[in-house]
DNA sequence: GTACCAGCGTACTACGTATGACGCCGGATC
DNA sequence: GATCCGGCGTCATACGTAGTACGCTGGTAC
């Protein structure tokens, strides 16, 4: 090693300053020394060979099946922030872990090169396991079997549905994610419990499942708004869905909030864009993904973390006042 | 090693077999034998000491600074998709390289983990330099010293302003992103270059700047259609902005596209939920990512790649039209 | 029978770092 | 003066793989 050379040390001398073990093990004068050569030979340890013969790579993976979708970029930002923080370097994975087999990107860096998974999953396959023995935490899915962070979807959509409620909204549609998971039956279930709870039949609202894309929401929402039996307010899963509503309203001449009000969830910036502007549920994604990565830091110490629930704000525009 | 001694042979029969070098070397019956064991075994090579060992790691950074932008998920879906036909992993990483130097996670990474960068950037500092050695390709950035792929924007300029030009549209604006960058720069010298080639002189239009966000966009966008000098229509660097145009014309009751005419870049799905719909420049983000990746891949095997400018498309919608 | 060769497989080393075991040295203790 | 001890460093090894050089075996050619 040409660092040790020119500081005049050991190969061994400089691994201890260089990780930061030297405190009682090397005097002040030589670490200065070793980082004074390191710095002028432009040195950067080998990340291969560290994770190597330290079992470790200080790299955790985000594993996401769509990076598109806004709210993510937050949640990694916030992922990494946290990472950072703890000298940790988070790299971000587009997969679509089917059944946590294959040869997947997941499964190609699990052994030597990632510590463990931050999965952020709209739904988690039950035969999912920790790869190569790596701990996994979930993001946004709860289940017995691996920790998890998510967000408060009931108490969002109460706030949401109380909100209806109070402008006399009495029957509410549900304009449903076809993604599935359990981000929205949590939203599905505080919906129908609202309802219920005001002498309402779930069974008996208008209902229609739509993908996040304007194609999709903008046809069944069209569908939906002509049905004889249209609510006088709709619960959107996403604010994307929201948007393709009130595009489709906007189409057929429908007036929002006026005929029907609308409201949507996550406060993208869309929100703001829409005609008139959203009313919708609001999350802290960045909240989200660094709780998510102390979750994992603290798995891979050893430890055995509390699972955490993050709270929402609900965020009243024009889409439902007015 | 677990397998060699469930297989029978050496280690050394083993690394052959799995990495593919059996052919002459090894008989077909140990070399089944030993897949047959790792397979049993659930057996996953370590990728740091393979990487250690053979010097690459199979894995390429893309480096981006915003991954929230929804253009972006599907640049990285291209070069995701290339690079596993490849037998490579993307590994994606936030950041802001500013100045090439630092603690970055990039630094963090050069050594030993990743085999090259993909830059993903509206602008390139000069002092960037490839880190340890690692080759570099630029997206969507065109300079001497490094290869890159960019998107054809004066082409779809000059397509954008044709289409205008045909709708009798004289003065046109340009609505411009602060983000900076070459990709803006092109698109506003090409716009200038049309309206000159038609008798218009381009610092005589209204134009104005604004960050890649609601709040800024409608804000600047109201100031920008109250003018006096109001021009027939505008050219906004991006769908985000070209939205927040039409959100602060619903705002102050001008019609889109009677009084204004809107045309957008890139065909975000938002370009389908704006009311109305917008007219946008297309591009094919898959197709940048996957040269991208290309284009790493030929450098990585020693090449010298040509660079590469990608097409575009107008999507004319309601927002020019009708 | 000797020499050679092709086919098949193995021993060994290197990659660059982390770390446990050990060694040296000067000062303090009895 | 012999012993011990704390402070400071170094030696040597191991991590798991790739690849080079070598060795064995059985058949073929002369």
Redesign the interface.
């Known amino acids: 090693m040409d660092v040790a050379k020119r500081a005049g040390v050991s190969q061994s001398t400089v691994s201890l300053v260089l990780s930061g073990k030297a405190p009682g093990r090397v005097s002040t004068t030589t670490a200065d020394a070793v980082r004074a050569a390191a710095r002028e030979l432009g040195y950067?340890?080998?990340?291969?060979?560290?994770?190597?013969r330290s079992g470790t790579?200080?790299?955790v993976?985000l594993v996401v099946r769509?990076?598109?979708?806004?709210f993510?970029?937050?949640t990694?930002?916030g992922a990494?922030q946290a990472a950072?923080a703890a000298g940790h370097?988070?790299?971000?994975?587009?997969d679509d872990y089917s059944g946590g087999g294959g040869d997947s990107?997941v499964?190609?860096?699990?052994?030597?090169?990632i510590d463990g998974f931050l999965f952020f999953a709209a739904k988690v396959p039950r035969s999912l396991r920790e790869p190569?023995g790596r701990p996994i935490v979930i993001v946004e899915y709860e289940q017995s079997r691996m920790p998890f962070v998510r967000l408060d979807s009931e108490g969002g959509t109460a706030a949401a549905m109380a909100h209806l409620h109070a402008l006399g909204h009495a029957r509410i549609g549900h304009f449903r994610s076809s993604a599935g998971g359990q981000t929205f039956d949590r939203r599905h279930d505080a919906w129908a419990a609202h309802l219920r709870a005001h002498g309402q039949d779930p069974e008996a609202q208008v209902t229609g499942f739509a993908a996040f894309?304007?194609?999709s929401s903008?046809a069944v929402a069209k569908e939906l708004l002509s049905r004889p039996d249209r609510p006088s307010a709709f619960l959107c899963d996403d604010d994307?869905l929201a948007?393709?509503m009130?595009?489709a309203a906007?189409e057929l001449g429908i007036d929002v909030p006026g005929e029907v009000a609308v409201v949507g969830f996550d406060d993208l910036?869309?929100?703001?864009?829409?005609?008139p502007?959203l009313t919708t549920v609001r999350f802290d994604p960045e909240a989200l993904g660094a709780a998510a990565f102390e979750l994992l830091h603290a798995r891979l110490q050893g430890g055995r973390p509390k699972n955490r629930v993050l709270p929402s704000e609900l965020v009243v525009r024009a889409s439902t006042a007015g």
Chains 1, 2 share one sequence.
């Open positions: 950067r340890p080998n990340a291969a060979a560290r994770a190597l790579a200080s790299a993976g769509d990076v598109t979708h806004p993510f970029g937050r990694l930002r990494q950072r370097v988070v790299v971000l994975i587009q990107a499964q190609g860096l699990s052994e030597g090169s190569g894309d304007a194609t903008i994307l948007a393709g009130i595009a906007n910036d869309l929100a703001r864009l829409t005609n502007p």
